[in-house]
């Protein structure tokens, strides 16, 4: 009995000591992620610069850890990162002409990609459009091709098209055109 006490006290004492070495605190967390930011299109900023990130790049964030604290490459799992999305989404993206900070994630089809006429704005700053036919890829998809809410009234807004093997990010500016496009590749672990 003694000797089962013992051991139950060093194995409490090497998780104790894991834990801490691994970082109790979420400060300079740097886990690794089965993404990478390094192949987006969007070029990369220099340490050196201090330049505020875009909505789109705040956004990438949230879609980065979704996809890592869901395992998303190994299990395909859109409910979860959905749901993973709206729990961490701590409404710090700002339209910045209307104010709104809600984020919107649905269940669509690749069609709405081409619906231009659509236009949310009023309480919104993200929709996120997942696209969960186990088909459809980014590393195919012509971006040219995707209008979803491209036009002026949807100004500010920041759409993502979540894919099962990326994420496409765009914002919309005042005259209702794309800007800071971002095409971001989920990397497999092997």
């Not at 299990?75 to 209307?98: C, Q, R, S, W």
């Not at 997942?130 to 971006?143: F, G």
């Not at 995707?146 to 093997?165: H, Q, R, T």
């Amino acid at each position: 009995m003694i000797r089962v006490k013992l051991i139950l006290v060093a194995v409490i004492i090497c998780v104790v000591s894991l834990l801490s070495a691994c970082g109790g605190s979420e400060e300079g967390n740097n886990q690794p992620s089965n993404t990478s930011a390094s192949n987006s299109t969007q070029s990369t900023q220099n340490a050196g610069d201090k330049k505020e990130k875009t909505n789109a790049e705040k956004f990438l964030e949230y879609a980065i850890e979704a996809a890592y604290l869901r395992n998303f490459t190994q299990t395909g799992d859109y409910a979860g990162v959905m749901n993973t999305l709206h729990d961490l989404y701590k409404k710090d993206i700002e339209n910045p002409y209307t104010g709104g900070t809600s984020l919107t994630l649905m269940n669509r089809t690749r069609s709405m990609m081409k619906d231009q006429h659509l236009s949310r704005t009023r309480l919104f700053s993200v929709d996120c459009v997942v696209i969960d036919d186990y088909m459809t890829q980014l590393k195919k998809l012509d971006t040219d091709e995707v209008v979803y809410c491209v036009n002026p009234e949807s100004k500010g807004m920041v759409f993502a098209f979540w894919l099962i093997d990326g994420v496409y990010i765009y914002e919309v500016d005042e005259t209702g055109e794309k800007i800071n496009e971002i095409e971001h590749f989920f990397e497999k672990e092997e």
